[in-house]
């Protein structure tokens, strides 16, 4: 009897402060609020050709060699019509290795390691890899870069 006396008092203090939704007792400050884990705009593949990043519909995603000072792209206008920037949403902020930059219309795309990350239009189904086939200045996004 004495064990069920002591057991419903130790239930009964530890209750007491969740009962009360953190008010009053103890004056211990409430819990941060839980932040979400902001999810990555794009992940990696594994492939015969090696690693790569596609976006979250799985189409590849591309580097281009003139985005060189990490914080803006240099494929705008004509450019961007045939290579697709990887947007991000206006209050997008960094995760992992992903970040937004802005573009020069305002807009705002996804970088990996600070460069900006875009999809071509000559891939037509996820997976595809078709354009490095159209320039040089174009490669796939791969982890190791």
């Known amino acids: 009897m004495f064990r069920f006396v002591i057991a419903a008092a130790v239930i009964a203090l530890s209750t007491g402060h969740a009962l009360a939704n953190g008010h009053g007792g103890g004056g211990e400050a409430p819990a941060p609020a839980k932040t979400e884990a902001v999810p990555a705009p794009a992940r990696y593949v594994l492939t015969k050709q090696g690693p790569k990043l596609v976006d979250l519909k799985g189409m590849t995603l591309y580097f281009y060699e003139r985005d060189t000072s990490g914080k803006t792209s240099s494929c705008n206008g004509k450019c961007?019509?045939?290579?697709?920037?990887?947007?991000?949403?206006?209050?997008?902020?960094?995760?992992?290795?992903?970040?937004?930059?802005?573009?020069?219309?305002?807009?705002?795309?996804?970088?990996?390691?600070?460069?900006?990350?875009?999809?071509?239009?000559?891939?037509?189904?996820?997976?595809e890899a078709n354009g490095t086939a159209t320039t040089l200045q174009w490669r796939v996004a791969r982890p190791e870069d």
Do not use: C, H
Not at 96 to 107: L, M
């Open 80 to 127: 961007a019509e045939a290579w697709i920037p990887l947007t991000a949403p206006a209050n997008a902020q960094a995760t992992g290795d992903f970040t937004p930059i802005t573009r020069n219309d305002g807009s705002k795309m996804w970088a990996f390691r600070y460069r900006p990350l875009y999809t071509s239009v000559a891939d037509k189904a996820p997976g």
